[in-house]
């Protein structure tokens, strides 16, 4: 929630906010239509994501002992014994996996300390991917959804819905 807003601005932004929004909080009255100097990161600004990662890395790294993956820099993972934790970071979407209920839940307690985040349980979404977790506790990605956008982009009359057993042999 507001991912942007929670991390120390990393360059120098200074905005001015509309002196017409006096009326809507009038307990801040004295702080519009002035310059100001933005002590956080601002969504949209050209170093709000990297103020972000840096601070939630840090805060991963330092804090929860987890190791930032050198060749994908979007994992990071923590090993005790056979237990494990693996965390994917997506800008502001994180989706994390445990073995351990105890490290899980602990972690759960430790990032809801430090960031204002929502945790939504057992994803079954994660950027455009369908999650599936099987009785056996495999898990399957599928893509459809992303392919399906993929192929209206080359063919805009398909859809997902206009798809037949046909189609796809015929289009995909």
């Not at 017409?20 to 002590?39: N, V």
């Not at 994908?72 to 351990?100: H, P």
């Not at 490290?103 to 430090?114: G, L, Y």
């Not at 893509?143 to 399906?148: D, E, F, H, N, P």
């Amino acid at each position: 929630i507001g991912a942007f807003l929670q991390s120390f601005a990393i360059d120098r932004t200074v905005t001015v906010l509309p002196i017409e929004w006096q009326a809507l909080f009038p307990e801040h009255a004295e702080w519009f239509g002035m310059p100001l100097l933005c002590i956080k990161s601002i969504y949209g600004g050209s170093h709000a994501n990297r103020s972000f990662d840096i601070h939630l890395s840090e805060w991963l790294e330092n804090d929860q002992r987890l190791v930032r993956c050198l060749s994908e820099g979007s994992i990071f993972t923590r090993r005790d014994g056979d237990k494990f934790l693996i965390l994917l970071n997506a800008v502001d979407d994180q989706l994390y996996v445990s073995n351990c209920d105890e490290m899980r839940k602990q972690f759960e307690t430790d990032i809801a300390s430090h960031f204002d985040v929502e945790l939504l349980g057992q994803a079954h979404w994660y950027l455009q991917a369908r999650i599936t977790q099987h009785t056996n506790f495999d898990v399957t990605l599928g893509q459809s959804r992303y392919a399906a956008l993929i192929c209206n982009r080359f063919i805009p009359s398909l859809t997902l819905d206009t798809v037949t057993p046909d189609d796809q042999e015929k289009y995909m």
